[in-house]
């Protein structure tokens, strides 16, 4: 059974940093990710990169998140720098084997002013 466990969410002032990880237990996934969704708000794409290092990013978080990826390890990583209030929402981790795409149980990310 696949399983993505993230973790690194917690409570942060604004301008502040968070590193998010996510490890799978399996390997093989052509492309990872993170999406969030915030209160009252749908599910949205935040950040991600393929199995050849090609990363897309949302609009609103480029230039302050980065993703990353250890295929050795199985783990993508989401470097969180100048977080704003807006950031708040629970991050998920999304997976994607060309055949299935897998949803971890998701960490939540708060940013107060």
């Known amino acids: 059974q696949v399983q993505l466990v993230e973790s690194g969410g917690g409570l942060v002032q604004a301008g502040e940093s968070l590193r998010l990880s996510c490890a799978a237990s399996v390997s093989s996934f052509n492309a990872m990710g993170w999406y969030r969704q915030g209160p009252v708000k749908p599910r949205e794409l935040v950040a991600k990169i393929t199995s050849n290092g090609s990363r897309n990013y949302a609009d609103s978080v480029k230039g302050r998140f980065t993703i990353s990826r250890d295929n050795a390890k199985n783990t993508v990583y989401l470097q969180m720098n100048s977080l704003k209030t807006e950031d708040t929402a629970v991050y998920y981790c999304?997976?994607?084997?060309?055949?299935?795409?897998?949803w971890g149980k998701g960490t939540l990310v708060t940013v107060s002013s």
């Open positions: 999304n997976a994607n084997n060309g055949i299935r795409v897998y």
